[in-house]
């Protein structure tokens, strides 16, 4: 007769929301004999029993995107070899020239 019907109090496996985890559950109220509130005896919120399951993984657009962006990361390492090898035809030296004579702490 054990594990027959759950009573309130017992502990039961449910998917905290806070805690993210798989963790034990004291049974906070039950209906025509099935779980309907659990409360996580670790951080103690009250929520609705999951079955034990939950923490979905988050597939879909939001992967995809990630997909995306990584691809994007990874693809431009060749474009910067490129860049770096095609480099402007060197400019120039720009020389500074001063004039002789006159310097401005000479002056007094
Ligand atoms: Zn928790």
Not at 14 to 42: E, F, M, P
Not at 80 to 103: D, F, L, M, Q
Request: hydrophobic share 30%.
């Amino acid at each position: 007769m054990i594990g027959a019907e759950p009573r309130l109090g017992d502990l039961i496996d449910d998917y905290c929301h806070r805690c993210r985890l798989l963790l034990n559950h004291a049974i906070a109220s039950l209906v025509d004999g099935h779980v309907v509130k659990v409360i996580c005896q670790t951080c103690y919120s009250e929520h609705a029993y999951q079955h034990g399951q939950g923490g979905k993984k988050k597939t879909g657009p939001r992967a995809t995107l990630f997909d995306q962006v990584l691809a994007k990361v990874s693809s431009p390492e060749e474009d910067s070899e490129s860049v770096a090898t095609k480099k402007k035809p060197a400019e120039p030296a720009r020389h500074i020239t001063r004039r002789k004579g006159k310097s401005p702490r000479s002056k007094s």
